[in-house]
């Protein structure tokens, strides 16, 4: 009798509280996912969070009744259940990951996923001020922080562009290559095209810190034989 005294318990409210605070945050960071309109949103979040604080719950109280039954020793490891939403959570973030092209997108909606695992798994341990404080930061993060890393790092960020050129037939493209690189803007590719009468140009660039789209294209369309300057 002892034993079964020192095995602890959950009575259903407190059950309640831990699953709903782990669906109401997990449903906060997938608002803004939604918002966003990523691949993951309201209801992946907030399922992934409520299941996360399930398994907790369950891993630690959930064999109760085994455990008092008297008929063997056990020696319980309620973190053993938790541990393996640690790596469950990897297989569903690597489904929000799509590559297109040269790019990937859904990173951040992956780590949010994982996140929110495991803002799940504390409010599941009744680890309410780290769910609630680690929620708030992640809606800080992915916000806030994004505008201010945004306007901090275009500051000395090269911005990528597409510039497409109308040359006449015949026209050599060399004058137009010779002001771009004169303007020390770096040439990622360059591809050229007959559309008609016309020849067209289109040079993959990058605009280093402090060069202004706009005086890039009217320099452009100052050269002689230039049809049309347009920046993508």
Known sequence: MLFAHSIPTLHWSEALLRLALAAFLGGLIGVERELREREAGLRTHLLVALGSALFTIVSAYGFHAFLTSGQS????????????IVTGIGFL????????????????TAATLWVVAAVGLAAGAGYYSGAV?????????????????????????????LLLVELPLGESPGAVIDEVERAHV???????????ERRRLELDVALPPGTHVQSLVARIADIPGVAGVRWE
């Open 73 to 84: 020793v056990v020696r319980a490891d309620p973190t053993r259940i938790a541990a393996q």
């Open 186 to 196: 770096r040439l990622d590719s360059i591809e050229l095209s007959q559309e008609g």
């Open 93 to 108: 973030g690597a489904g929000a990951i799509i590559r297109q092209g040269f790019s990937i997108r859904g990173l951040t």
């Open 133 to 161: 404080i680690t929620t708030l930061l992640v809606l800080f993060a992915l916000y806030p922080l994004r505008i201010l890393a945004y306007r901090v790092v275009r500051r000395f960020r090269p911005e990528d562009g």
